[in-house]
């Protein structure tokens, strides 16, 4: 099993390196996901942002994989929402969730903590895990060293 996770894990990085479209690489991983049989763990990232619409999209697309999704929480009171909306537009396995106005420091921060998790709860896949960040915290690992340790 282990060699069958490594030539998964090689073929996946070849991918990447080779410039191939994001819909070709994720037929490609699918396809060979099936046919070694591994099972996938699905992650769910809750993600809080106010500012930096365009960091927010280098972050998720950093993230992106067919096991990964995204449920985000814009501050309301941020008046630029449709900048976070369209510089994620090309992206795959997000959900926006509704807004509130949160305050740092106060139980605002729960409240959308909560709306993203309710989110999460409600969607069709069950998620084995749960990781929150925020629309600021860039990984320092690479998917299939993630998916590795998870």
């Excluded at 509704?98 to 069950?126: C, D, F």
Aim: proline share 3%; glycine share 2%; hydrophobic share 45%.
């Amino acid at each position: 099993m282990k060699q069958k996770i490594d030539l998964l894990i090689s073929l996946v990085i070849i991918t990447e390196t080779k410039r191939f479209s994001y819909h070709s690489r994720m037929n490609i991983i699918s396809c060979i996901s099936n046919f070694i049989k591994i099972e996938m763990k699905y992650h769910a990232f809750i993600i809080p942002a106010n500012k930096q619409p365009n960091l927010l999209a280098r972050i998720i697309r950093i993230l992106q994989a067919p096991n990964h999704y995204f449920f985000i929480h814009i501050d309301e009171k941020v008046t630029n929402y449709e900048m976070f909306v369209s510089s994620c537009r090309q992206l795959h396995n997000i959900k926006f969730v509704r807004r509130i106005p949160v305050y740092w420091g106060t139980i605002s921060q729960v409240y959308a903590t909560l709306i993203m998790l309710n989110e999460v709860i409600k969607h069709e896949l069950h998620f084995d895990y749960i990781h929150q960040i925020s629309g600021q915290d860039y990984p320092l690992r690479r998917n299939d060293q993630f998916d590795a340790f998870f």
